[in-house]
């Protein structure tokens, strides 16, 4: 497949965590967080998605997650500012807050909870879309949502100008397909699953937006650009090295295994924000072990 339209980059995006301190946001860790993915040579930055605890953060956390992260970038990686929900007006509000901040691209997830019908989705997709300037990646996460995008709504949506991607967490690679059958060169796809990255890639996906690349940046850009660039033995290899990575990372809901790793790693306090907690004993001390195996931590 051939993508006609620009997408907001190729290859492996981090979604960030959203390191806290006192009940704030930590900008110093973040900051920390934001080079290393950089100079590690991460493709680009998920800024207040899910796994940076959105449903959490207020709208001005929203803003100044989105304009610090734009500006510590300074142009070096796109910046994608995670603006879904399940109130379209505040979607759209929080969409146009981004823009303004000054981000490269916005990553919104399918209205949960509300579970809406084909013409609701639509309508809500299109309602940021008409209202903002920067391209659109579509975030299909059924699993957390309750609601996977019927393949006559990916159509639709495909035919406006500014939703250009889709990240596909279904964890259905034939669903993938699917979606890129269906929409020609009118919508790219990237991996929304850590452990499908190259199948994704196998039939036209253009990289991940990734949970595991906030521990693993290098590696998980190098995945990518393996297969990109036709070395499809070296990046099936790396998909196989880190599945045990990537299952622990998910022994709980995101995002906590991934916070409590980047935590042991000393990037950031281990503070999540209630509803979350920090992970169970037992699920820890896997994490860590599988850490040390890895030669992650010591």
């Given at each position: 497949m051939?993508?006609?339209k620009?997408v907001?980059?190729?290859g492996a995006?981090t979604?960030?965590i959203t390191?806290f301190?006192?009940?704030?946001?930590?900008?110093?860790a973040?900051a920390?967080?934001i080079?290393f993915?950089?100079?590690?040579g991460?493709?680009?930055?998920?800024?207040?998605?899910?796994t940076?605890e959105s449903?959490?953060?207020?709208v001005d956390e929203?803003a100044d997650?989105?304009?610090?992260c734009?500006?510590?970038?300074a142009?070096?990686?796109?910046?994608?500012?995670?603006t879904?929900?399940?109130c379209?007006e505040r979607v759209?509000?929080?969409?146009k807050?981004?823009?303004e901040?000054?981000?490269?691209?916005?990553l919104?997830?399918?209205?949960?909870y509300?579970?809406a019908?084909e013409q609701g989705?639509i309508?809500?997709?299109?309602?940021?879309a008409?209202?903002t300037?920067?391209?659109?990646?579509l975030?299909?996460?059924?699993?957390?949502?309750?609601?996977n995008i019927?393949?006559?709504?990916?159509?639709?949506?495909?035919?406006?100008?500014?939703?250009v991607a889709?990240?596909?967490?279904?964890?259905?690679i034939?669903?993938a397909l699917r979606?890129?059958d269906?929409?020609s060169?009118k919508?790219?796809i990237?991996?929304?699953?850590d452990?499908?990255i190259v199948p994704?890639?196998?039939i036209?996906?253009?990289?991940v937006?990734?949970v595991?690349?906030?521990?693993i940046?290098?590696?998980?850009?190098e995945?990518?650009k393996?297969?990109?660039?036709?070395?499809i033995e070296?990046a099936r290899k790396?998909?196989l090295k880190?599945s045990r990575l990537?299952e622990?990372l998910?022994?709980?809901?995101n995002?906590?295994?991934?916070?409590?790793a980047?935590?042991?790693?000393?990037f950031?306090n281990?503070?999540y924000r209630?509803?979350?907690?920090?992970p169970?004993?037992a699920?820890r001390?896997?994490?860590?072990?599988?850490?040390r195996e890895?030669?992650?931590?010591e």
């Amino acid at each position: 497949m051939s993508n006609k339209k620009a997408v907001p980059f190729v290859g492996a995006g981090t979604a960030l965590i959203t390191p806290f301190k006192d009940g704030r946001v930590d900008f110093e860790a973040f900051a920390k967080i934001i080079d290393f993915q950089i100079e590690s040579g991460i493709d680009a930055l998920i800024v207040a998605g899910t796994t940076g605890e959105s449903a959490t953060l207020t709208v001005d956390e929203h803003a100044d997650l989105t304009r610090f992260c734009v500006e510590r970038a300074a142009g070096r990686v796109p910046v994608i500012a995670g603006t879904g929900g399940n109130c379209t007006e505040r979607v759209v509000s929080l969409s146009k807050q981004a823009c303004e901040c000054g981000c490269d691209g916005l990553l919104i997830v399918t209205p949960f909870y509300n579970k809406a019908t084909e013409q609701g989705l639509i309508k809500n997709f299109l309602a940021v879309a008409d209202r903002t300037d920067k391209p659109i990646i579509l975030y299909n996460v059924p699993s957390r949502t309750g609601v996977n995008i019927p393949i006559s709504v990916y159509r639709t949506l495909a035919e406006h100008e500014r939703i250009v991607a889709v990240k596909e967490a279904s964890g259905n690679i034939s669903y993938a397909l699917r979606i890129l059958d269906a929409c020609s060169d009118k919508l790219a796809i990237y991996s929304g699953n850590d452990d499908m990255i190259v199948p994704q890639m196998s039939i036209g996906g253009k990289g991940v937006i990734s949970v595991m690349s906030n521990i693993i940046p290098a590696e998980t850009h190098e995945m990518c650009k393996a297969f990109a660039t036709g070395d499809i033995e070296k990046a099936r290899k790396l998909q196989l090295k880190y599945s045990r990575l990537i299952e622990a990372l998910f022994c709980e809901l995101n995002p906590v295994p991934i916070k409590a790793a980047m935590v042991a790693k000393g990037f950031c306090n281990e503070e999540y924000r209630l509803p979350l907690c920090p992970p169970e004993n037992a699920s820890r001390q896997m994490l860590i072990s599988i850490l040390r195996e890895y030669g992650l931590v010591e």
